[in-house]
């Protein structure tokens, strides 16, 4: 099993700034990438941005140019870098890993941005 520890979510006035952090432990080996996906209230979870091994990355449109995924390889970590922040990004953030056995959950951080 893999265990993801995340932290970083918060309260934050719209325009402001957080950083999310997730660690990744336990049977680790194999993985293709990872990620963050988010759900809002009444929503369903979606894809925020994951990188892959190979160095690919993917943003959802919403938050390209102000959201920056990075990932320390020798620590199993993946950052998300939030900037200008928007009441619609308010949601639970969830860390993902992809492996070539599944994929896991991190249980979520929320982020609430206020007007």
């Known amino acids: 099993q893999v265990q993801l520890v995340e932290s970083g979510g918060g309260l934050v006035q719209a325009g402001g700034s957080l950083r999310l952090s997730c660690a990744a432990s336990?049977?680790?080996?194999?993985?293709?990438?990872m990620g963050w996906y988010r759900q809002a209230p009444g929503k369903q979870r979606e894809l925020v941005a994951r990188i892959f091994n190979s160095g690919t990355i993917n943003y959802a449109d919403s938050v390209k140019g102000r959201f920056t995924i990075s990932r320390e390889y020798a620590e199993n970590t993946v950052y998300l870098q939030m900037n200008s922040l928007k009441p619609e990004d308010t949601a639970v953030y969830y860390c993902?890993?992809?492996?070539?056995?599944?994929?896991?959950w991190g249980q979520g951080t929320q982020v609430t941005v206020s007007s």
């Open positions: 993902c890993v992809g492996r070539t056995v599944g994929t896991s």
């Open positions: 336990g049977s680790i080996s194999g993985i293709n990438f």
